[in-house]
Each structure stands twice: as C-alpha cells, then as structure tokens.
C-alpha cells in the first residue's frame, strides 16, 4: 500500500508541473502557443499541430525559406496563420503555405509579423499540451495530488502496531537485565561462587 501511495503521489507530481509547464514557459521566454487549424502548411505541419512562437525581432521579410506567422490585421491573433517566406518585394515579402500550389495573392509586412515557430508541438505531445489545457482534466489531477498528499504512506494501525512493539521490547529488555541482577546476587549463586574459591585455594 505504502509503495502504491507514493507512486500516486510522485505522478500526480509530474502531472502538476507538466500542467504549469506551458504558462512557465510563456512566462520565462515571452513565447506564446498557436494551434495550427488548417492543412496549408502540409506535411510540415499538420492540423492539431502546436507551434512554440516566438516574438518577432524585425528581420524575418529579410531572407526565403523561414516559415512565419502572421496577421492580415497587425498584433491580431484571433486570424493568425503560418506560412513560408518565398519572395521579397519591396514592401516585405511574399509567402506559401507548403501545401499550396500558388503563392498568397497579397504582400505581408513587416507590421503584420507576429512571430516564428521556435519548435513544434506534434502528435502526442500536442495531445498532451491540448489535454493540459482542459479544466476538467486540471481539477482531476489537482484532487489526485492533493489526496496522494495527504494520505498517510502507512495506515494508522500499522503506526500503533509498531509503538506496541517498541514498548514490548523496551519490557523484555528490562526484564532480562532484572533476571541478570537476579542470578548474580541470589544466595545459591553466592554459595555456588564460594565452593568455586575454595577449591581454587586448595
């Protein structure tokens, strides 16, 4: 039971910081997480896909080959894509999803950049990150951590048991240096020592 109780608990443990890892993370590094909705950037990404961005630096129109994500309207996230840098104009650059035949009919800014994938989240672990995301699934770990807490590792019975032990032990020691005392200083075992000396003398 014991070994059972602090498996729960060290798992439960491991569940809570893998739930807190994505807001730590966001909050150390300034990153943030998009999901990706559609199939334009196949097979690089695929849909359910989770991208790590990271803010933009002002040099991502500047060359070809760099996926970015950007924004018809600039600092808007709720219309957010992700597409590959493949031409530079003038007044930024021109993109293509991987999976499009053609490129975007428009020119994006510099403005309209929000940033580039620092990695990518993908099949399970984009699983696991869209679970973390869940209310019902953060109450449930949260009660499995908080009773793996504080349930005792050992039953209160088997706590009592080993003081009832302890103290019997203590009496049968006690006992036995009693019968010590006993054996030494009773009139037979002084007789017995007598005889003893006396026939060393002779």
Request: proline fraction near 5%; avoid cysteine.
């Amino acid at each position: 039971m014991r070994i059972i109780i602090l498996t729960v608990r060290a798992a439960a443990s491991l569940l809570l910081v893998a739930l807190a890892a994505p807001f730590l993370w966001s909050t150390v590094t300034g990153d943030y997480f998009m999901t990706v909705t559609g199939g334009s950037m196949r097979p690089t990404y695929e849909v359910g896909d989770v991208l790590v961005v990271q803010g933009p630096v002002g040099d991502e129109l500047r060359s070809t080959g760099s996926p970015v994500i950007v924004s018809p309207v600039p600092g808007d996230r709720s219309d957010q894509y992700v597409h590959r840098v493949v031409e530079l104009v003038d007044e930024g650059a021109i993109l293509k999803g991987d999976g499009n035949e053609i490129n975007d009919p428009f020119i994006v800014t510099q403005e309209q950049v929000l940033g580039t994938p620092r990695l990518a989240l993908q099949g399970t672990w984009a699983t696991l990150f869209h679970l973390s995301g869940l209310w019902a699934v953060r109450l449930i770990v949260g009660a499995v951590f908080l009773i793996a807490l504080f349930l005792p590792s050992r039953g209160r019975g088997a706590a009592a048991q080993d003081r009832v032990d302890a103290d019997q032990d203590r009496v049968d020691a006690d006992q036995d240096r009693a019968d010590s005392h006993t054996d030494v200083d009773s009139p037979s075992a002084q007789s017995t020592a007598r005889r003893e000396a006396s026939a060393l003398v002779r």
